[in-house]
């Protein structure tokens, strides 16, 4: 019998795509976004949460906006150095 856990048990718990915490406030936010736009027809709240969704897909332990992160810093705040020969 093969059961399958994660590493030593320690690992974060993660439902699809998203951290579990991640999928229980994208579960809040989209009910309350759709309770929002039916009612009052606006639909910023129902954008910011399609937002938070995708900047919140976990993948190998690294989010979409950690990776957003990283690029930025080693772009624009970093300094790189290059030698020419």
Not at 43 to 70: C, E, H, K, N, W
Request: hydrophobic share 50%; charged share 15%.
């Amino acid at each position: 019998m093969t059961y399958l856990y994660p590493q030593n048990l320690k690992a974060k718990a993660n439902l699809w795509f998203w951290g579990l915490r991640d999928f229980c406030i994208l579960g809040i936010s989209a009910l309350l976004s759709v309770v929002i736009l039916v009612q009052l027809k606006f639909l910023l709240p129902a954008v910011a949460t399609l937002v938070y969704g995708f900047l919140s897909i976990r993948m190998d332990d690294t989010t979409v906006l950690d990776y957003i992160r990283y690029a930025g810093k080693y772009l624009i705040t970093t300094q790189q150095y290059f030698e020419w020969r």
